[in-house]
């Protein structure tokens, strides 16, 4: 804690008094559990990174870059490879679903594992600093994700189990039903129609039709529905 107020004071001093800071970077970079570190810096220096904004006017480097990280069987990887600077004083916060930290290497840092930051503090020093850590499954993203398994079973399982039935059902009617009304009934497998729709879908005489219509209602394979021509026809 003495050196983190140490070099607080300094970091202030050097600001203060023009021309006695070469080269300085300080604030807080915010790395979230999808690996994007948001930058909120002060810097006299551009590190030409993809991503972030540097404004030379305020000495501010600002911005979100997925560029730093790097995940590799379940181990993120954020890493920095800088210029040298004079004074470095930066708060790197890990994501909140941290599960732990395996590694941490580069210039001189310190580990506050309840805040889950690692603050980097030091001076003359070519920035180079990598930290490997390990971040907690999203419960929430995993019951999504097995829910959306099971609902995609469960649909493919009805829907063999109706074709199933269906095809057992023509089996079934096949032999008491003749060409023509079993078009009909295949029609009606696929969805419900009104009788003028049927009859000319199926390019069927009127007379004809109504014959055929009657048998299946007879052989109890069809039902009729509503009044005059706006009869729907489905399968029983």
Known sequence: MKQKIFFLITIFIFLLVPGTLAQYISGDIYINELGESNFYVETDVDPNIQGLNFDSLNSELTGKTEMLTRMENGIWTFSL???????????????????????????????????????????????????????KENSNYMTFIWFSIALILAILITYYITKKKRKNKMDYILPIINDVEKKIVETLMKKNYRQKELRKKLEIPKASFSRYILNLEKKKLILREGEGRNKIIKLK
């Open 81 to 135: 490879d800088l210029d040298t600077y004079e004074t470095i004083f930066l708060e790197i916060h890990l994501p909140k679903s941290l599960k732990l930290v395996k590694s941490i290497e580069g210039v001189d840092s310190i580990l506050d594992v309840d805040k889950k930051t690692i603050t980097l503090i030091d001076n003359n020093k070519k920035l180079e600093f990598e930290v490997s850590y390990k971040i």
